[in-house]
Nanobody, 127 residues
């Protein structure tokens, strides 16, 4: 099991930026693909972005390409989500998640593929 702790959420005005961090620990955390999801009130949890454990492969939901960037510091076992040009519709609880250990370039995108979840961090974008 991988333990995940998110940080970096908060209140920002539309057009602003935030960077979320997710620190991972656990026996297989360094070889686990990781991802970010978000859940707005009364909506289902949706995929945002994911990255392979090596950090060499990434995948984004189409609507967020160009504004959000996922990255990984393998030395710190931490994944980041840089969010730019934020919009009120980006308001949600953002969750970090880890998939099972896999080969170095694998990037899961299905929610069911992620086994470990963080507690979530609130991002609120005001208009």
């Amino acid at each position: 099991q991988v333990q995940l702790v998110e940080s970096g959420g908060g209140l920002v005005q539309a057009g602003g930026s935030l960077r979320l961090s997710c620190a991972a620990s656990g026996r297989t955390s360094s070889v686990s693909p990781m991802g970010w999801f978000r859940q707005a009130p009364a909506k289902e949890r949706e995929f945002v972005a994911a990255i392979s454990w090596s950090g060499t492969s990434t995948y984004y939901t189409d609507s967020l390409k160009g504004r959000f960037t996922i990255s990984r510091d393998t030395t710190k076992n931490t994944v980041y989500l840089q969010m730019n040009s934020l919009k009120p519709e980006d308001t949600a609880v953002y969750y970090c998640a880890a998939s099972a250990a896999s080969f170095s370039t694998y990037v899961p995108t299905n929610l069911a593929a992620f086994r470990s979840w963080g507690q979530g961090t609130q991002v609120t974008v005001s208009s």
